[in-house]
């Protein structure tokens, strides 16, 4: 059974980490809350962006919303389509 | 018809999809890459390209949203949304919304709220790259 949150990374949030995904220990991230508090802390420069949002399983998540290791978590910074 | 591609954007096979002797309004946007852009108190500046990536697959149910929406508020018989990723010269196509309806009312309005809500809400993101640097748009206050 893996540990870790596999969190995938678009745009700015992919140069600001340096990678097209990252790993979380899932005992430190429950819920999304969690896991934004948890980036920006150790990516202080996510603190910069005009919003941040989280997508599990391909929907947007509410901060509240638990997140496990099953999960298709992705981080969303401000879209810019068209 | 909802898509993501990284080739260029096929204008006769979108307009033979939303063709139909149903219709008696056929609407086409396509947003194209401008040469120059300008940020509030900074000088014009001229746009080498743009860079565009998707989170397809949720890009893909975003964008499926949106069309249900559409065709829940207004009668809309056929559409076609592609959207375009990789990189993109001056004057190339980034996206194309389609829309066909009975009466041109229709087509306009559901066409403006497919455009303005894919662009709000579908996770894509575009780079601006100038000849001295780069930025992701409107990704900071």
Same mark, same amino acid.
């Given at each position: 059974?893996?540990?870790? $949150?596999?969190?995938? !990374? ?7 980490? #340096?990678? %097209?995904?990252?790993? @979380? ?9 969690? $896991?934004?508090?948890? !980036? ?7 603190? #910069?962006? %005009?919003?941040?949002? @989280? ?28 | ?141």
């Amino acid at each position: 059974m893996p540990k870790e $949150l596999i969190v995938q !990374l678009f745009g700015i949030t992919r140069e600001i980490i #340096g990678a %097209r995904q990252i790993e @979380v220990e899932a005992s430190s991230a429950s819920r999304v809350s969690d $896991l934004l508090a948890l !980036l920006r802390d150790r990516y202080p420069a996510l603190g #910069g962006l %005009r919003s941040l949002l @989280v997508a599990v399983n391909g929907e947007y998540a509410d901060p509240d919303q638990p997140v496990s290791v099953n999960d298709e978590i992705a981080l969303i910074p401000p879209v810019s389509g068209g | 018809m909802i898509s993501i591609t990284s080739n260029p954007i096929d204008l006769s096979s979108a307009y033979k999809y939303v063709s139909t002797d149903e219709a008696g309004a056929i609407l086409f946007f396509f947003g194209t890459v401008r040469k120059s852009t300008r940020r509030p108190n900074e000088p014009l500046r001229e746009v080498q390209r743009l860079e565009y990536e998707a989170y397809d697959k949720m890009a893909v149910q975003e964008m499926q949203k949106i069309a249900s929406e559409a065709c829940q508020r207004w009668n809309i018989q056929k559409y076609v949304i592609v959207h375009r990723t990789g990189k993109l010269l001056v004057g190339e196509m980034a996206v194309l919304v389609a829309v066909a309806t009975p009466h041109r009312d229709d087509a306009f309005e559901a066409g403006r709220f497919i455009i303005d809500t894919l662009k709000a809400s579908v996770p894509i993101w575009k780079k601006e790259v100038f000849d001295d640097g780069s930025v992701w748009v409107d990704a900071h206050p």
